[in-house]
């Protein structure tokens, strides 16, 4: 069996909401180990947070207490399924609260 068919966790990158704030901030400041084909943000924080995949441009809202999953199969060879490209840092902005917001990635290896 090929390794290639497995998929495999990212490690878990955290932010605290205290340190969050209207300006945009990586919660993995060396972006991606991985490309991914799934990742989730987990708000399990006071505060909404919006997140941004450039650190410009608002991409999705998180509100308090939920979880954001953008999704693609796991990818065969020659399929064509999309992934979130290796380096891809992943930005947070909102109101300071108390809690974290957490980064989650799945890819196939």
Same mark, same amino acid.
Not at 14 to 20: E, G, H, Q, Y
């Given at each position: 069996? =090929?390794? &290639?068919?497995?998929?495999?966790?990212?490690?878990?990158? $955290?932010?605290? =909401?205290? &340190?969050?704030?209207?300006?945009?901030?990586?919660?993995? $400041?060396?972006?991606?180990?991985q490309p991914c084909f799934m990742l989730k943000i987990v708000n399990n924080s006071t505060e909404a947070v919006t997140i941004s995949y450039d650190g410009t441009n608002d991409h999705d809202y998180v509100p308090t207490i939920t979880t954001a999953t953008i999704q693609n199969s796991p990818s065969q060879p020659h399929n064509g399924g999309g992934l979130f490209k290796m380096g891809t840092a992943v930005y947070v902005k909102g109101t300071a609260g108390t809690g974290n917001v957490y980064l989650v990635g799945y890819y196939q290896g």
């Open positions: 069996m =090929s390794l &290639a068919n497995f998929i495999k966790p990212i490690v878990l990158k $955290t932010i605290l =909401s205290s &340190a969050v704030s209207a300006t945009y901030a990586a919660i993995n $400041t060396d972006g991606l180990e």
